[in-house]
Every structure is written in C-alpha cells, then in structure tokens.
T-cell receptor, first 112, second 115 residues
Framework: GENVEQHPSTLSVQEGDSAVIKCTYS??????FPWYKQELGKGPQLIID?????GEKKDQRIAVTLNKTAKHFSLHITETQPEDSAVYFC???????????FGKGTTLSVSS | DSGVTQTPKHLITATGQRVTLRCSPR?????VYWYQQSLDQGLQFLIQ???????AKGNILERFSAQQFPDLHSELNLSSLELGDSALYFC??????????????FGPGTRLTVL
C-alpha cells in the first residue's frame, strides 16, 4: 500500500535559520500533498498543500516543493521563529484518493 | 480554530467497556474522516463518510464502528476496549470526498485512556 517516509524525525535550529523537512511517497498516482503542524495538545493544522500539477508553492515564510519524478516533496520554513516549534507531518493521498497517509512526523525546535 | 468540533476532550474508561466519540464537521463540509494517533503507529486513517454513506475504510478494527447522521455529525463507537486502544482520536472534515476540494481540516481530538 501507499507509504510516506519523512526525515528528519527531529530538527533543532536557531531562530532566524531555515528549516527543511523532506518526504518521499510510494504511489506514483498520488496527486495531493498537504503539510500539517501539530502543537502540543492540539489537532493537526493544515499549513500548506500542493497538487501534482504544481512544482512549488509559497505562503509567506513557508514553501513546499514537489518532484513527481523522484516522488518526493519538501517543506521549507525560512526565518524561523520560536512559535514555529511543533511537530510537522507530511501526507499523501492513498491509492483511492480519499484518505491521507501520514509520515511519522518531524519535531522542530527553534531556540532563541 | 478549524471549525471542526469533537467531544469529549478526554475520556477515561476501563478495559471491556464501550465509548462513543462525537464529531461535528465544518459548516458546509459533507465528508468526515476518523484518524487514530498513537506513539507507535503515528496518525492512521480509520474510516470515512460522505453525506451519510461510508466511502473508505482504513485500519479500523472490527470492534470499532462509525456512522454519519443526516445533520452530518459523526460518531465513532469503540467497544470491548483494550489497553492498546488508548490513543488520540481525531476527526477531520472536507467539502468533497475525492478529487478537488478535499482538503482535510482536523478537530482538536479526543484523548482516550483505557485503564
């Protein structure tokens, strides 16, 4: 079945640095790739997503890139701030295009 | 705030018991999804409903069942509970069930503890 691998599992950066989280997926038919941010005690929050007809999408300090040939996509956060500290999940649709298959998550820590 | 609501926030019960978790989707969303989040398994899809009908099943145990009512709220029923069922249970909703407009928005979750 569909599988999504996410790296690294933990990431520590200094405030103002950039952070990059990478994911690979197995099903070449996947066409939707969201990223979620989960803070302690809260549900996952959709922060950005990309569809397979687009190579890159940006929203202020966050951007996502997609390489369909290599079946990988990445989240880029620039000028990190302490409030960016959270667990980030990448996801891709399952083969039926209905439910999301999630990566294992990346714990991002931004120190000031 | 995603607009998805879940009750209760916390639930503590004993092995062998049955519980019901409730979810109300965002206004205008017809599709509801249930996910389980545990430390060892991560976020796993359980089941999806669209406008009252079951559309997709994931790793849902036979002891678990769900339904979506005419007002579009959904309930997840967990029975014969085991210690391993302790987890966070999230509901998500989207406008469509497939294709475009299927961005999923998550609720705050229900933390289930089975003692």
């Amino acid at each position: 079945g569909e599988n999504v691998e996410q790296h690294p599992s933990t990431l520590s950066v200094q405030e103002g640095d950039s952070a990059v989280i990478k994911c690979t997926y197995s099903d070449s038919a996947s066409n939707y790739f969201p990223w979620y941010k989960q803070e302690l005690g809260k549900g996952p929050q959709l922060i950005i997503d990309i569809r397979s007809n687009v190579g890159e999408k940006k929203d202020q300090r966050i951007a996502v890139t997609l390489n369909k040939t290599a079946k990988h996509f990445s989240l880029h956060i620039t000028e990190t701030q302490p409030e960016d500290s959270a667990v980030y999940f990448c996801a891709a649709f399952n083969q039926a295009g209905t439910a999301l298959i999630f990566g294992k998550g990346t714990t991002l820590s931004v120190s000031s | 705030d995603s607009g998805v609501t879940q009750t209760p926030k916390h639930l503590i019960t004993a092995t062998g018991q049955r519980v019901t978790l409730r979810c109300s989707p965002r206004s205008g969303d017809l599709s509801v999804y249930w996910y389980q989040q545990s430390l060892d398994q991560g976020l796993q899809f359980l089941i999806q409903y669209y406008n009252g009908e079951e559309r997709a099943k994931g790793n849902i145990l036979e002891r678990f069942s769900a339904q979506q009512f005419p007002d579009l709220h959904s309930e997840l029923n967990l029975s014969s509970l085991e210690l391993g069922d302790s987890a966070l249970y999230f509901c998500a909703s989207s406008v469509a069930w497939q294709g475009a407009r299927n961005e999923q928005f998550f609720g705050p979750g229900t933390r289930l503890t089975v003692l």
